[in-house]
């Protein structure tokens, strides 16, 4: 519009506006009036060459308007030939953001100073609107580029207006809540995850709402922790990081961005860990209390102790203290598999022999069990390290025996394939719920049936022969079926001795 009236002005037939292209290094017409697409070919070549000097230097304007173009620019919409030319610079402060062309017909009279002044306050018009289109131009792509950030993120982002309603949702969120962003948007966040801490008392609505923190607590991040619902009515265990935006200081927040992690396997962990400590604590203190109720009893000067007292006596302290050295053991080998120092010395094991030695150690203590050790004739010789396989099989058993509280048959296999050996250890104990099955291989996790409660053990026996099997190369799993026992498969690959 501001060409169409300077053309109109200056008593021009047609005209050109074109913006400084910072990227390309040129100008680049981005309006043109009254020329046809002949007549634009033409003056093309002459924004690319003869102009981009001229961005830093306004001066050389001058001289465009006595340029007239040979042969004269072809024709106009309207069927006329171009020559008279008159250009001015647009400019923002000392800037050129572009230029603006205006063209008379052929045999017109040049443009004149007077003209040129006419041109000139168009110019500072055009040079606003095309500075103010530009802004809005990187504007939109600055935007474009943040929502792609946002949108790619991994974690959950939302953004909330003043009065907490949800302004921005990107997919983690989407994810994270079950709740699609054609939901969430416009929803206040009290009402659509109602955020609560971990006693179940509501934070949204009370001051500890970031986003209602008194006006001169003003901080402008924080973190607050607690358990949102999710699209399931799950409840979801997170941290939310609250980046505020206030529009004065000690303002109430204008909006707020924040950042949404899903902490559900972190508190698990924790929750692990405190669990552990606690068992670990109970695992050394009943050793150490027996140990020291039979010494102090033996000791006792007034006690007169006939030999098979005194035996069973010692036999009880020594059992506690293979129990004590064990569980040290077991700690420190979870602590080296943990920090990656764990060395494997491998020789040829005969896997068949490991099964009937560690049977034979553990039967004398499962009154109640019976054993069976089945190999096929051909088994293979293995290249692994004995003593861990044997622990591995020491556990295994061990295990059969401590949840099969009734007794029952329990059943070591041994098969040989081409390429690997696959060793099973079955039981007709408690067996293991569905959800566990894979769960029982991490660290520290034990069974939560109350009879599983009731055996001893602190949650390392398992995470320490996968950890064995997996750095031979091999896997083991678990298989059960409820009141049926369990079944562990352990697979091994035949590798050369080299
Ligand atoms: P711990 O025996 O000290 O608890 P483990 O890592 O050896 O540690 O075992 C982890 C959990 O796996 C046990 O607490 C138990 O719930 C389950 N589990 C292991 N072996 C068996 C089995 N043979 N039968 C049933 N449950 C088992």
């Not at 474009?144 to 207006?161: H, K, N, P, T, V």
């Not at 983690?172 to 709740?179: I, P, Q, R, S």
């Not at 692990?272 to 140990?291: C, D, K, N, V, Y």
């Not at 560690?358 to 003593?387: C, G, I, M, Q």
Request: charged share 25%.
């Amino acid at each position: 519009m501001i060409l169409k009236d300077a053309i109109e002005a200056l008593g021009g037939s047609a005209g050109v506006v074109a913006t400084w292209s910072e990227a390309e290094h040129r100008f680049v017409a981005t309006g043109y009036y009254g020329l046809g697409d002949k007549a634009m070919e033409r003056l093309l070549p002459l924004l690319d060459e003869a102009i981009p000097d001229l961005a830093t230097s306004v001066h050389n304007f001058n001289f465009l308007s006595t340029l007239r173009l040979e042969p004269p620019l072809p024709t106009s919409d309207q069927g006329l030939i171009l020559n008279p030319i008159i250009a001015l610079p647009l400019q923002i402060g000392r800037r050129s953001v572009g230029l603006i062309y205006v063209l008379r017909r052929l045999g017109a009279d040049s443009f004149s100073e007077v003209d040129q002044a006419i041109l000139a306050a168009f110019a500072k018009q055009a040079a606003i609107a095309a500075d103010n289109a530009k802004l809005i131009q990187t504007l939109s792509e600055e935007k474009e580029r943040m929502e792609y950030m946002l949108e790619g993120s991994a974690e959950g982002i939302m953004s909330i207006d003043a009065r907490r309603r949800i302004v921005g949702f990107n997919s983690a969120m989407e994810k994270l809540t079950g709740y699609s962003r054609e939901v969430a948007l416009g929803q206040p966040c009290h009402q659509l995850l109602n955020l609560r801490d971990w006693e179940g008392k509501s934070i949204c609505n009370t001051a500890r709402c970031p986003m209602l923190m008194r006006p001169d607590y003003h901080m402008s991040n924080c973190e607050v922790q607690g358990k949102v619902q999710g699209a399931d009515t799950q409840d979801i265990e997170v941290a939310m990081s609250y980046s505020l935006v206030r529009s004065h200081e000690r303002g109430q927040p204008a909006s707020a961005v924040i950042n949404v992690r899903d902490i559900r396997r972190l508190r698990e962990t924790e929750n692990l860990r405190s669990t552990f400590l606690s068992m670990l604590g109970h695992e050394l203190q009943t050793p150490l209390s027996i140990i020291k109720g039979y010494t102090d009893t033996l000791a006792r000067n007034d006690g007169k102790w006939d030999r098979n007292t005194l035996r069973r006596g010692l036999e009880v302290i020594e059992e506690e203290c293979d129990r004590l050295s064990k569980l040290v053991n077991r700690l420190l080998l979870a602590s080296r598999i943990e920090t990656g120092t764990v060395t494997l010395k491998k020789d040829e094991v005969q896997l068949q022999a490991v099964a009937v030695k560690v049977v034979r150690r553990l039967k004398a203590t499962a009154s109640k069990h019976t054993f069976e050790v089945k190999f096929d004739p051909d088994f293979p010789v293995v290249y692994a390290d004995p003593e861990r396989i044997e622990e591995v099989v020491t556990n295994l058993v061990d295990n059969a025996i401590k949840y099969s509280p009734h007794g029952g048959k329990i059943t070591i296999t041994g098969r040989g394939e081409r390429d690997h050996v696959t060793i099973t250890v079955e039981d007709d104990g408690l067996g293991i719920p569905q959800r566990d099955l894979e769960r029982i291989f991490e660290r520290f996790r034990r069974g939560d049936a109350s009879q599983v409660q009731k055996v001893r053990g602190v949650g390392l026996g398992l995470y320490i022969c996968r950890s064995i099997v997996e750095a031979h190369g091999g896997q083991i799993r678990a298989s059960s079926e409820a009141g049926k026992g369990s079944c562990f498969t352990l697979t091994l690959p035949l590798q050369d001795k080299g």
